[in-house]
């Protein structure tokens, strides 16, 4: 059986994208071009992969089989064009990573510029998602390392001790709240919050606290990042709850408050992920090894 690099990548961009329009748009080809490739795809594995109607194709079950298949194949392809192509600059494998917004904001930097300088002959591929997305792209091998929440996200994944972070409430300076050291959360409930969007950690958390305390949570504006969080509660539209770490980087530069949030639920932890039961790559393995233990810590069980 010969199997199409080309195909298998257009059946990947119609599973991620949902339709073959967006797909061929996002791969720049004609709808026409794509749906035919998907037909060779069929005929090459003696499979329907997608029914088809007059409202259009769904995955069939072997799609989504095929789907974390074809997604290894891809990497694996990707792996060996960029060793290959990249090895007289000296870049000689790649990891890709997907983080939330906490690690990247807090950890990070300081501890990818450390591995790079350590490693310049790997490529890390960095992207940001929201906790339960980045388990799902590691468990379907659309991505080789996570970092993410500590929680139960299925025997799909292992996790790995990360780092610690803290979740406090950040007000503006001339806020009634501004002058605390500590607050409960059910003191600051009473005024409006600026919110992270919808599905991220930190806003899930807030309305779990407040369901369990019998107040509403009152999100006025909800927003995609901190530097924007932090924007909008200097400008006096709300308060919000962050990560400490992630709030020292605006509060020298801003009129913004971080006050303690007397609550056990502020104190987190961040994990690493990696596919369970399977082998990582070499650059992976380097990369999670210096996650876990950059140069000048204590070595992480």
């Not at 509403?216 to 400490?244: E, N």
Request: net charge neutral; glycine share 6%.
């Amino acid at each position: 059986m010969k199997l199409d690099p080309v195909s298998l990548r257009l059946f990947v961009a119609v599973m991620e994208e949902s339709t073959i329009a967006a797909a061929a748009a996002r791969e720049h080809l004609a709808a026409s071009a794509v749906s035919r490739r998907l037909a060779d795809l069929e005929a090459a594995l003696q499979v329907e992969l997608f029914t088809r109607s007059n409202r259009g194709t769904e995955p069939t079950a072997a799609a989504f089989a095929l789907l974390n298949l074809a997604r290894g194949v891809l990497n694996d392809l990707d792996g060996i064009a960029s060793q290959m192509r990249e090895y007289g600059t000296g870049v000689r494998g790649h990891v890709r990573v997907v983080a939330n917004i906490s690690a990247i904001t807090q950890f990070l930097p300081g501890e990818l510029q450390s591995f790079l300088a350590l490693h310049p002959q790997v490529d890390v591929r960095l992207q940001e998602q929201i906790s339960t997305a980045i388990a799902q792209s590691v468990a379907e091998n659309a991505a080789d390392v996570g970092i993410l929440n500590d929680g139960k996200y299925g025997d799909r994944i292992a996790l790995l001790p990360y780092r610690s972070d803290e979740l406090v409430l950040i007000v503006p300076t001339g806020h009634g709240l501004a002058r605390r050291k500590a607050v409960r959360l059910a003191e600051a409930l009473p005024f409006d919050f600026v919110g992270m969007h919808p599905g991220s950690a930190v806003n899930n958390q807030l309305m779990r606290a407040a369901a369990e305390a019998d107040l509403p949570l009152k999100l006025r504006i909800q927003v995609t990042s901190y530097d924007a969080l932090c924007l909008m509660v200097a400008a006096g539209l709300g308060i919000g709850v962050m990560p400490r770490g992630s709030a020292a980087l605006y509060r020298g530069t801003l009129a913004i408050r971080a006050i303690t949030l007397n609550e056990p639920w502020a104190q987190r932890r961040l994990v690493l992920c990696v596919r369970a039961d399977e082998s990582l790559s070499s650059v992976a393995r380097l990369l999670v090894d210096h996650l876990r233990n950059p140069p000048g810590t204590a070595a992480t069980p």
